[in-house]
């Protein structure tokens, strides 16, 4: 990789109660490629991405930003920097006071200082960027389907054209269409508008799918980067018994 | 060769056994401490959501009024009933609407007021936050570049310390109303008498005591139940263990200081 990263994780360590669940994990994903960490459940994929949007301070190590460290950032200069950021949770994380245009336009809203009415348009107008019609604008998060909700989840990331997109578990819980039509529409957001994305899964479909390359986390570190192509062919015993799903190590 | 390493293990186990709930306490209170100035600062510092202001005014102030008025009007109507035959056993039943007057005003008013609130308030924001944090709705809000001090914990902690205030006049208007009523309709007082000796007793500086402790028990309770469900781990078991501390916590609290502001005042 030439030149400045977009995202860089260097040297992290994290551990809960004595257990460490990284251990000085080096990652980066350039700009405008679209990044998969893959590993198992406990692994670490979530404290990966929640040290990257800040939602966790790691015990040693640094993350930067097109070469900005901001694990040491003040709460006020972290959301200016992260106003360039969109997430897509697993759960959607829906605010569930809220309307779905409001959940869509919160950004907006509540950090841009965008009027309200301009807001609802623009959350209707990204509303249709992932196939939801306007009807879907005025009810509540707990009116819809789980596919709906992650929709709108999808549509409240890219709202606000971000740089970057985190995608956590974006199909986990979901039926194998609606994962391929929430997998699809990642990918032509995330071409849509030319930007990085970085998403943590244990569907290797979704995976295939979304990523231009794929990281294999394990025991706290990258084990294996490569091409989702290279996933069936690669010689990492620990990858060829994820691939192949098996409880034992492929020999 | 002996060790002594086993002798100084048991030794300095009641040691340990008393040390580790201190510690535990005054790491609590360390982050309730910081937590409130965090939040304060949140009140004072834009930006300012003034719709969440305004909605958790009308939740936190306008939908306790039922509440905290049926309180008021059955204890202050019990408070006269004991004070009048108290009373009799030194031939002090005259002074029945002073006393009344100034036990609503001084303490039962905020302090009921405030426990209406704990029961009713701050239970409600715990389960609220609490919930949010558990489906990572506070985590969402901070990507989208919204602090939730200043989205979530402000509104509340302004709502409450601005409600608290005035539910206890309400409080203290209805319960010395409570009084009046049970003295003319079942003791037999003069309603006229019965409103002048109380007029004339009251001094601004009971009713303005009792406001005063109002806007303390109203941090308080707000303080609590926000502390509570922003802090609450462990899913649904966890909301509920938030709910639970966050009422017992600002009950105590509001007793205790209720001890500290009235020795306070009462040594003016």
Redesign the interface.
């Known amino acids: 990789m030439t030149g400045v990263p977009k995202l860089e994780w260097k040297g992290i360590t994290k551990r809960f109660e004595g257990a460490r669940v990284l251990d000085g994990l080096d990652l980066s994903v350039a700009a405008g490629r679209s990044l998969v960490i893959v590993g198992g459940s406990g692994e670490g994929k979530s404290v990966t991405i ?1 040290i990257a ?3 966790m301070r790691p015990d040693a190590g640094s993350v930067a930003l097109d070469g900005q460290d901001l694990t040491g950032l003040s ?1 006020r200069s972290r ?2 920097v ?2 360039r ?3 897509l ?3 959607a ?5 809220l309307r779905v245009w409001e959940n869509i336009a ?2 907006l809203i ?3 200082g965008v009027p309200r009415k301009t807001a609802k348009a623009r959350a209707i107008g990204a509303l249709g960027r992932v196939r939801l019609g306007p009807e879907v604008a005025d009810l509540y998060p707990s009116e819809l389907s789980g596919g709906m909700q992650k929709r709108v989840g999808l549509a ?1 990331a890219v709202v606000a054209d971000p740089e970057i997109l ?1 995608f956590d578990e974006p199909t986990t819980g979901l039926d194998p269409i609606t994962a391929a039509a929430i997998n699809a529409l990642i990918v032509e957001q995330v071409r849509h508008l030319g930007c990085t994305a970085v998403s943590i899964t244990h569907d290797l479909a979704s995976a295939r799918t979304i990523g231009d390359e794929i990281a294999m986390l394990r025991s706290g570190r990258i084990i294996w980067r490569g091409a989702p192509g290279e996933l069936d062919t690669t010689d990492n015993p620990y990858v060829r018994q994820f691939v192949s799903g098996r409880a034992e190590p492929v020999t | 060769m002996n060790t002594p390493v086993a002798p100084a293990r048991g030794a300095l186990e009641p040691v340990r056994r008393i040390g580790r709930p201190f510690l535990a306490a005054v790491r609590a209170a360390g982050a309730v401490a910081v937590f409130a100035v965090r939040g304060v600062a949140a009140v004072f510092t834009p ?1 300012w ?1 003034l719709d969440q202001g305004l909605r958790q005014l009308v939740a936190i102030g306008y939908f306790s009024l039922p509440v905290v008025g049926l309180t008021a009007v059955f204890t202050g109507a019990a408070l006269a009933l004991n004070i009048f035959s108290g009373g009799g056993r030194f031939n002090a039943e005259q002074v029945m609407p002073q006393i009344v007057a100034l036990g609503i005003t001084r303490e039962l008013g905020p302090v009921l007021a405030a426990l209406m609130l704990a029961g009713r308030v701050s239970a409600a924001i715990a389960a ?1 936050i609490g919930a ?1 944090r558990a ?3 506070i ?9 939730p001090f200043h ?1 979530l914990v402000a509104p509340r902690l302004a709502a409450a310390v601005i409600s608290l205030p005035l539910l206890t006049v309400v409080a203290d208007t209805i319960g010395i109303a409570g009084g009046w009523l049970v003295a003319v309709r079942v003791l037999g007082f003069n309603a006229t008498v019965y409103v002048r000796n109380t007029e004339t007793f009251l001094q601004g500086w009971d009713v303005g005591s009792g406001l005063l402790k109002a806007t303390v028990f109203g941090f308080i309770v707000a303080l609590m139940g926000c502390y509570h469900g922003y802090n609450a781990s462990g899913g649904a078991r966890g909301v509920g263990r938030a709910t639970t501390h966050a009422v017992v916590s600002s009950a105590i609290l509001i007793f205790a200081s209720d001890y500290l502001l009235t020795t306070l005042f009462t040594h003016r």
């Open positions: 929640k949007l800040g939602l709460e959301r200016k992260f106003s950021v969109g997430v949770f697993q759960s994380a829906l605010f569930d006071s919160f950004r509540n950090s841009d409240r985190f | 930006p959501f609220e949010m489906t990572e709705q985590d969402a809000m901070r990507t989208l570049s919204t602090d989205y």
